[in-house]
């Protein structure tokens, strides 16, 4: 039986410690447009799935990324949004919704290992929609979140929105800025030649390394250039302590220096690709 109450109660609690948006949709499978078959199943993470709970946080950071003279031998991490926040955020807005559920004894299994498709989450929960760069966009922070996705079989009440909808109209400007063409045609993507998929450490094509430039993870150019992004203010406040680390680091002792050094000096998020894929971003962009 869905709980209105319980419902109401959950999300006053997640927006009351700090959970920038939230939103419910139901345990269905996923299904891209015109297939038959199952892009995922909620029910693989938890048998008794009834609910999809769908959190954002904002990582908007600096509007005016660091100078980098022509000489210096330093990588970057997308200036415009606050690597440090990720992992932290990820964890807290998990610890806020668990600890909600399971004290009314549900069940709740976070979808850390990325199970089911959190774009398609948001978008089905009415968080945001798609804009033409397949990023969500959001009607309060733009394309600047960070989804966190959990399964509960609690009898929550839930939305079921358009994952087709769009706000983008004519523009195509994230199209158009894309460095290597990544996205053919609005709302699809070519992951092979997109410059934030190579950075997770699949292969560069060699006539094309030169469109990674300095990055070391990411990319943001499509995002960056959107105009429903253009008057966000940086946040400046995280309900948790969030990493203090390099947005340029040294690239040489990146090539240097071994897995303890990474973990000092590099971001937690951006870890998650592994010391191989960064060592080998750092090669490409010396």
């Known amino acids: 039986m869905v709980t209105t109450l319980l419902t109401l109660e959950l999300k006053e609690y997640a927006l009351c410690h700090g959970i920038d948006l939230i939103g419910i949709t139901s345990a269905k499978p996923f299904i891209k447009k015109g297939r038959t078959e199952t892009l995922a199943d909620p029910k693989e993470l938890l048998a008794e799935a009834q609910s999809i709970i769908v959190t954002a946080f904002y990582t908007r950071g600096a509007i005016e990324a660091p100078f980098l003279g022509k000489d210096e031998l330093k990588g ?33 299994v976070n979808n850390k290992d990325n199970k089911i498709p959190d774009k398609m989450a948001a978008v089905r929960a009415g968080i945001g929609k798609y804009g033409k760069n397949a990023v969500v966009l959001t009607r309060e922070y733009g394309s600047y979140v960070r989804f966190v996705s959990l399964v509960s079989d609690a009898p929550l009440v839930y939305e079921e929105h358009d994952l087709d909808a769009s706000d983008c109209g004519k523009c195509d400007v994230c199209i158009r800025s894309c460095p290597t063409g990544a996205i053919y045609e609005p709302f699809r993507v070519d992951q092979q030649l997109c410059i934030t998929e190579w950075l997770w450490g699949t292969f560069i094509p060699c006539h094309l390394r030169e469109k990674q430039e300095n990055h070391l993870f990411g990319c943001g150019e499509c995002v960056g250039i959107c105009p429903k992004n253009k008057k966000l203010i940086p946040r400046k ?25 990474f973990r ?21 962009a010396l």
């Open 264 to 284: 000092r000096s590099i971001f937690s998020f951006p870890m998650l690709a592994g010391v191989d894929a960064l060592k080998g971003n750092a090669i490409i």
């Open 237 to 261: 406040e995280y309900p948790v302590r969030i990493e203090d680390s390099d947005t340029t680091p040294e690239l040489i002792p990146l090539l240097t220096e071994g897995e303890e050094y």
């Open 76 to 108: 970057k991490f997308p200036p415009t949004e606050c690597m440090g926040a990720i992992t932290c955020m990820t964890d807290y807005y998990i610890e806020i919704i668990q600890d909600f559920l399971e004290m009314r004894g549900y069940k709740v």
